[in-house]
């Protein structure tokens, strides 16, 4: 009943830069954290940064000063704006939501089906 489309992944060089879009949709009484993840081939999922419904935000420590996500609570979406992207930010990043229904009084992880994005050196 809930789900979580992302959008923006892509092959780019070392420099440049992409915009991940993460909109969440169906039966939705609130949201809380949302956030994107990352896995790398042979690699842990790991959290590149996540916001509450209030704004507050974290970046893990190799994507600050580069990385920046906001939310847009009206669109029930979530972006990454990612410059100067490196080759080791290579992976595949997937959308989490922390979400309450309509139909029940506790709120549970959603998680998109991941956007590939891919930085060439």
């Known amino acids: 009943q809930v789900q979580l489309v992302e959008s923006g992944g892509g092959l780019v060089q070392a420099g440049g830069s992409l915009r991940l879009s993460c909109a969440a949709s169906?039966?939705?009484?609130?949201?809380?954290?949302m956030g994107w993840y990352r896995q790398a081939p042979g690699k842990q999922r790991e959290l590149v940064a996540r916001?509450?419904?209030?704004?507050?935000?974290n970046y893990a420590d190799s994507v600050k000063g580069r990385f920046t996500i906001s939310r847009d609570n009206a669109k029930n979406t979530v972006y990454l704006q990612m410059n100067s992207l490196k080759p080791e930010d290579t992976a595949v990043y997937y959308c989490?939501?922390?979400?309450?229904?309509?139909?029940?009084?506790?709120?549970?992880?959603?998680w998109g089906q991941g956007t590939q994005v891919t930085v060439s050196s």
């Open positions: 989490n939501a922390d979400i309450q229904q309509y139909s029940t009084v506790w709120s549970q992880d959603y």
């Open positions: 169906g039966s939705i009484f609130s949201i809380n954290v």
């Open positions: 916001i509450t419904s209030g704004g507050s935000t």
